[in-house]
């Protein structure tokens, strides 16, 4: 196609007889007329994008860097850490912070009188439009009707027809609607996000649960289930770990941290979440963002603040205690209880190389200078940390 036809197509005033005689492209609705005759290159330049209204394509957040609309978001843990109670919250939320959105919470692992009991029903109930909750445990009365799990992936996708725009499936847990697929496998990996990425191409929001290896010896960490796929894939990944008896957290509530895996976007980061377990038949918001800085310490780190702290607190006066006398102090905290030995706290080295210039400027305040005996590192609490 000559250079000047192009343009014109591309501004939708080409010339008929002369998109006709190239044998490329069609007036007015710009389709191919002969693809045959189209190289690779051309191909993909009629395919370029580009646009003079960026601001139609930029990043809308349900929940500002946690939730994206129209992506693909992996929350995973072990088992029996919460991650229903927060998708539910999540759910809850959406449908009274947007009336445009649409929820549909597919369940493929809890028993229908578990979603009555945690109080969902009464909610679904108020709000039939928009929430709506579908459970494998449920036979529907007719045939037609059946959701059939095992293979629900793929039938959504191949419904072309169906418009996912305002749509948030949040699906727990994503193993129960994978039919035969080897999780461990890329090659099964990629085919079940070829058909979430069909549905995100039609507007869907999906939020899926997953599950992590065994952990053993009280070990905690962050690998997901599977191929590295169920990281490498979605939008946005959260390792979820429950701390409500770590901290003073309200009765018939739960905090979450969530500790970002996967940042595709700009501003996506750690969550800490309360939720308000007591509430979810209401049309109160059940969810309460808090600091991520004060409450993401994991077993370990938090082991390991609770010697720190009570170190740093015989400083009465808060002018310090230097590098020297507070390691003879936790030394002598930490030998002979055999914490070190099970991975319960943090040694030394770590300590003072690591825990505690992650925790400056937050729990803690490292102060360096000189004095008559030369230079000095000094720790004292952060008494306006909250």
């Not at 890329?186 to 549905?199: E, G, P, V, Y």
């Not at 595709?264 to 209401?282: D, E, F, L, P």
Request: aromatic share 10%; glycine share 6%.
């Amino acid at each position: 196609m000559s250079e000047a036809n192009e343009k014109a197509h591309r501004n939708g005033n080409c010339d008929e007889q002369s998109c006709k005689k190239e044998k490329q492209i069609l007036p007015q609705n710009g389709e191919i007329c002969n693809t045959a005759d189209l190289n690779i290159v051309e191909k993909l330049k009629l395919n370029a994008f580009c646009t003079d209204e960026p601001e139609r394509y930029k990043a809308v957040w349900l929940f500002e860097n946690f939730i994206k609309q129209s992506g693909i978001h992996n929350i995973y843990s072990v088992a029996g850490k919460g991650k229903t109670w927060l998708a539910w919250a999540v759910a809850h939320d959406l449908v009274l912070a947007n009336a445009d959105v649409k929820v549909f919470i597919i369940d493929g692992d809890n028993p229908i009188d578990l979603f009555i009991e945690r109080g969902l029903n009464d909610f679904a109930l108020n709000h039939r439009e928009n929430f709506h909750y579908i459970s494998l445990a449920k036979d529907a009365s007719e045939p037609n009707l059946q959701i059939y799990g095992a293979n629900l992936f793929e039938r959504l996708a191949s419904d072309t027809g169906a418009d996912f725009t305002n749509s948030v499936f949040v699906f727990d847990s994503v193993q129960d609607f994978t039919a035969d697929a080897d999780i461990t496998k890329d090659k099964d990996t990629n085919q079940i996000f070829a058909q979430l990425k069909s549905m995100r191409k039609r507007g869907a929001t999906i939020i899926f649960l997953h599950h992590q290896p065994k952990q053993y010896d009280g070990a905690e960490n962050n690998i997901c289930k599977g191929s590295t796929g169920w990281i490498n894939h979605p939008d946005i990944a959260y390792w979820l770990s429950n701390r409500t008896n770590f901290y003073d957290i309200q009765t018939g509530c739960q905090l979450f941290v969530l500790q970002a895996q996967k940042e595709r976007y700009k501003g996506v980061r750690g969550q800490a979440i309360i939720v308000n377990t007591g509430k979810m038949a209401s049309d109160e918001q059940v969810m309460e963002f808090a600091s991520y800085d004060k409450y993401s310490l994991d077993h370990q780190e938090w082991m390991t603040w609770e010697i720190v702290k009570e170190i740093l607190s015989i400083d009465t006066q808060n002018i310090g205690i230097k590098q020297k006398d507070f390691i003879d102090k936790y030394l002598a905290k930490s030998k002979g209880k055999e914490r070190l030995l099970k991975g319960e706290i943090y040694g030394i080295n770590r300590v003072i190389t690591s825990f505690l210039p992650s925790q400056n400027g937050k729990r803690v305040i490292i102060d360096r200078g000189t004095d008559g005996s030369g230079k000095f590192v000094k720790y004292k609490l952060n008494k306006d940390f909250r």
